[in-house]
């Protein structure tokens, strides 16, 4: 076969450091923007992204030729920079070390388009650590509670 074809989709939940609301409104609508920018600088592509003020949903398609942790200490620590330089009284702003990241077939990401787009009103009823416990174990990830956060 002459070229590579690839359709690599992810799920990915980024939390902030301690689940520490900092992503308000304002940010939020800015850093998602810094965000797409920084992974189509990367050669992905970014197809929706939301979240609350303690955490972020990302879908996107990723290369086959890059890691994905890779991608994930570019989007931190460049998002983190952009934040205190955009927004100085949030100079503690800090990702938490890890991510999570799941796959996603073609043919659930309205689904997952869904889920991100309904983060608001889905987090009046469920938290974010039960939130990711649910995920985790839907998609069948060994973990141990005690180091899932921090």
Same mark, same amino acid.
């Given at each position: 076969? &002459?070229?590579?074809? #690839?359709? @690599?989709?992810?799920?990915?939940?980024? +939390?902030?450091?301690? !689940?520490?609301? =900092?992503? #308000?409104? /304002?940010?939020?609508? !800015?850093?998602?923007?810094?965000?797409?920018?920084?992974?189509?600088?990367?050669?992905? *592509?970014?197809?929706?992204?939301?979240?609350?003020? $303690?955490?972020?949903?990302?879908?996107?398609? =990723?290369?086959? $030729?890059?890691?994905?942790?890779?991608?994930?200490?570019?989007?931190?620590? !460049?998002?983190?920079? =952009?934040?205190?330089?955009?927004? &100085? +009284?949030?100079? /503690?702003?800090? =990702?938490?070390?890890?991510?999570? *990241?799941?796959?996603? +077939?073609?043919?659930?990401?309205?689904?997952?388009?869904?889920?991100?787009?309904?983060?608001?009103?889905?987090?009046?009823?469920? $938290?974010?650590?039960? /939130?990711? @416990?649910?995920?985790?174990?839907?998609?069948?990830?060994?973990? $141990?509670?005690?180091? *899932?956060?921090?």
């Amino acid at each position: 076969m &002459p070229g590579t074809f #690839s359709q @690599l989709l992810l799920h990915v939940v980024l +939390s902030t450091r301690g !689940r520490s609301p =900092w992503i #308000s409104a /304002e940010v939020s609508a !800015r850093l998602c923007l810094y965000i797409g920018g920084i992974v189509r600088a990367e050669k992905g *592509v970014l197809y929706d992204i939301g979240g609350v003020e $303690d955490h972020a949903h990302l879908y996107l398609r =990723w290369r086959p $030729d890059g890691a994905v942790s890779d991608l994930m200490r570019t989007v931190k620590g !460049r998002s983190s920079k =952009w934040v205190h330089e955009e927004f &100085p +009284s949030l100079r /503690e702003f800090a =990702w938490q070390e890890g991510y999570s *990241v799941f796959s996603v +077939s073609k043919s659930q990401e309205g689904a997952v388009k869904q889920y991100i787009a309904g983060q608001a009103k889905h987090h009046r009823n469920e $938290d974010f650590r039960s /939130e990711l @416990l649910r995920i985790l174990r839907a998609h069948g990830v060994e973990f $141990d509670e005690r180091y *899932v956060f921090e």
